[in-house]
């Protein structure tokens, strides 16, 4: 399982998720959704939430995952909500760390929601 594996820092020479990589792990995050912004694929996901301060608490527990494991999505708290995108800076796309980290958040909104 994804959430059971650990980030590992990726290179700028990583390689890139390919298309059956990502179908092969899109299902165990069904929740998510494959976008395209800016050139790049990037995973995004918005968490409903009842209220703003849930929203946030849940933004800091991944913000806390995110320092540990030294990878950082896109956070956007609103009230009611809370939308994560990620995606590997270095190499301007997915790798296989933002799908774990996505299923991470998944585990963390569990807990937190």
């Not at 849940?58 to 609103?78: F, K, M, S």
């Not at 190499?91 to 799908?99: L, M, Y």
Request: with cysteine.
């Amino acid at each position: 399982m994804l959430s059971d594996e650990v980030c590992d820092a990726c290179r700028p020479d990583a390689l890139k998720a390919t298309e059956a990589e990502i179908a092969a792990m899109l299902p165990e995050i069904p929740e998510w959704t494959l976008i395209t912004e800016d050139g790049q694929q990037r995973l995004n996901r918005v968490f409903a939430t009842k209220n703003f301060v849930l929203a946030q608490a849940l933004a800091n527990a991944i913000a806390d995952y995110a320092e540990q494991v030294g990878h950082h999505p896109r956070l956007t708290i609103e009230w009611g909500r809370l939308d994560v995108t990620w995606w590997s800076h270095k190499i301007d796309g997915v790798h296989r760390n933002d799908f774990i980290c996505a299923a991470r958040c998944d585990d963390l909104a569990a807990r937190t929601l």
